[in-house]
């Protein structure tokens, strides 16, 4: 059982981590969580199954790792809770921007349903465009952490993903999910940032 103030305000709210790749996500996540067990709370964390670079965890740069429960949409999530009949206070959700775009409105059932939810995902695609199935969780948030990486250009904060294909940046054209890692994706400042093909809007 949880001991008696591990939470100081009632329980049912959403905080999400978002960034780019390289910002640390994962591994903030997994603070937040693994800090909760020496206050005896229980915690179970979701991955989406088309994420396939770790199984059945979630791994954090800084060699953090916890057991992760992976899922194909996010109603998923919902079912997993009511076949396991699982009672826990908390549930973190990783790599967010896979998920669908109902995820926001499970976060916003569990937290009304009063668990406490952890998102961390990218809140920018490859072409600096918003995930819509973060970018709705985000509304219902009561506590967003924007983290920023290191422009590996210049070194000014990185916001924005930069994938690159065989040397040059993607086109905005290219398939929006491709899962990968440094070999595809670096880090980058708004000005070093660059989207091949992008359609630019006219000045008015």
């Not at 903030?28 to 965890?57: C, G, H, S």
């Not at 953090?64 to 996010?74: D, E, F, G, L, P």
């Amino acid at each position: 059982m949880s001991k008696a103030n591990a939470f100081t305000t009632p329980k049912g709210w959403i905080e999400v981590i978002c960034g780019p790749m390289f910002s640390g996500k994962s591994e903030e996540l997994l603070r937040r969580l693994n800090r909760l067990k020496y206050a005896d709370v229980d915690f179970v964390l979701f991955k989406p199954k088309i994420d396939t670079r770790t199984y059945k965890t979630v791994k954090s740069r800084d060699g953090r790792v916890n057991h992760a429960i992976t899922v194909k949409s996010s109603c998923e999530i919902i079912e997993y809770l009511k076949m396991n009949k699982n009672d826990v206070s908390v549930i973190g959700i990783d790599e967010a921007q896979f998920f669908d775009e109902e995820l926001g409105r499970v976060c916003e059932l569990l937290a009304n349903n009063g668990k406490i939810i952890y998102v961390a995902g990218l809140d920018l695609d490859f072409r600096g465009e918003p995930f819509k199935s973060l970018l709705t969780v985000m509304a219902y948030a009561e506590k967003i952490t924007k983290l920023t990486a290191i422009c590996t250009e210049c070194g000014a904060p990185g916001t924005r993903t930069q994938r690159i294909i065989d040397g040059s940046p993607a086109s905005y054209y290219s398939p929006v999910i491709k899962v990968g890692d440094v070999e595809v994706y670096t880090a980058r400042c708004r000005h070093h940032h660059i989207v091949k093909d992008k359609p630019i809007l006219k000045k008015y």
